[in-house]
């Protein structure tokens, strides 16, 4: 399916151009681990002037990888115009996102007229907060990814046996090095271990065709998107199994002539390690589990704070609409009117308490440094 990506080591991006992102150990405690995430943002901003291409790493599921790239456009927006690229969905299906870039047409209609569900599969929940930045701050939207029946064609007749007016224009793909080609050949056992693919040499080329063909589409959409503007920013949301080690997508960019990359992968945090959510609009630090939406932090002199909304706390609902996820408050805060009071219901030691926050203007420039990991 196409959009059942498949996730490498964690990742964070060597700020030297064209050279791929550092796969690095974890670091051992959580002062060295938030250390490593403030020096990353300090170099980006650093860089961020002369990058013509900026590739987000994700593992399509995780609510901190999507509050990260939230986090990080919007810091970038202050310093540059720029273009968000997505890799849920297909190239092809460019005018929709035009669409809704002009106001034609709302979330649930892109969702709608893309087929969300047939072109990425993935919960639409955990990437509306991003589409709803985008609209809001007029960012305009990239579709990058390859059609599903053009990657389900090579996949079976491997690219030799696919001309390049069969596969819509895109162009050859640079060979896979030994190491992508053996995370690859991993990736491919481990669809076979849950049934998916006819096995044997030619389903495993196929395989690795298939994603290479993947890779080419997103770069030579990127590279086209610098062309028709270079004073803008390209920022692409892409699995990071297509970045690590340099290869997949950058790889592919290297090949076509395009050298100002960079690759970045949100840097790991030991489990309870969390960066004080100072600055953020509601002033709390949100995780996600089966049982809802729990506050782990709160910023002293945050709207949270004067609220009442405690650690431990179990957010059940904004405004009186029930809520499971983080990104739900992410968003829920996000958009909420300037001047109206925001209602959060939460359950503390069984009880249900309703508190009434006011929440600074979204326009207030102390929100400049904001969501890194599911703040709101």
């Not at 849920?88 to 035009?98: G, K, S, Y």
């Not at 701050?137 to 390049?164: H, M």
């Not at 007016?165 to 080609?181: F, L, N, V």
Request: proline share 7%; net charge positive.
């Amino acid at each position: 399916m196409q959009g059942r990506g498949w996730a490498g080591a964690v990742l964070l991006g060597s700020l030297l151009w064209g050279r791929p992102a550092l796969a690095v150990p974890a670091p051992l405690n959580c002062q060295a681990a938030l250390a490593a995430a403030q020096l990353q943002q300090q170099e980006l901003q650093q860089q961020a002037k002369t990058l013509a291409v900026l590739l987000l790493g994700e593992i399509h599921t995780s609510v901190d990888d999507h509050a990260w790239q939230l986090g990080t456009l919007e810091r970038l927006s202050s310093e540059r115009q720029l273009t968000l690229a997505l890799e849920m969905i297909p190239a092809a299906r460019q005018p929709v996102l035009d669409r809704f870039n002009r106001g034609e047409l709302d979330v649930a209609g892109l969702l709608r007229e893309v087929d969300w569900p047939a072109v990425w599969g993935h919960d639409p929940n955990l990437y509306l907060p991003l589409l709803h930045w985008a609209r809001l701050r007029r960012i305009p939207l990239l579709a990058l990814n390859a059609e599903p029946a053009l990657v389900r064609r090579v996949r079976q007749q491997g690219l030799a046996a696919t001309s390049r007016a069969e596969r819509s224009g895109i162009g050859e793909p640079r060979p896979a090095s030994p190491a992508y080609r053996q995370r690859l050949e991993a990736s491919w056992r481990g669809h076979q271990a849950m049934g998916i693919g006819s096995g044997g040499a030619a389903d495993l080329q196929g395989f690795i065709d298939s994603q290479l063909l993947r890779d080419r589409a997103m770069a030579e959409e990127l590279a086209a998107a610098h062309r028709r503007n270079p004073t803008s920013l390209v920022v692409a949301l892409i699995g990071v199994g297509h970045l690590e080690g340099g290869d997949g997508v950058p790889s592919q960019i290297k090949d076509l002539g395009l050298k100002r990359q960079l690759s970045l992968r949100r840097p790991a945090l030991p489990e309870g390690c969390a960066p004080a959510p100072q600055g953020a609009r509601l002033g709390a630090y949100l995780e996600s589990d089966a049982s809802g939406v729990w506050v782990r932090q709160v910023a002293s002199g945050s709207a949270a704070a004067a609220a009442g909304l405690k650690p431990g706390d179990r957010i059940v609902a904004l405004n009186g609409r029930g809520v499971q996820r983080a990104g739900e408050v992410i968003r829920g805060v996000r958009l909420h009117p300037d001047g109206q009071p925001l209602v959060l219901t939460v359950e503390r030691g069984g009880q249900r308490l309703e508190l009434k926050l006011r929440l600074p203007p979204s326009s207030d420039p102390r929100l400049a440094a904001r969501d890194n990991g599911a703040n709101a």
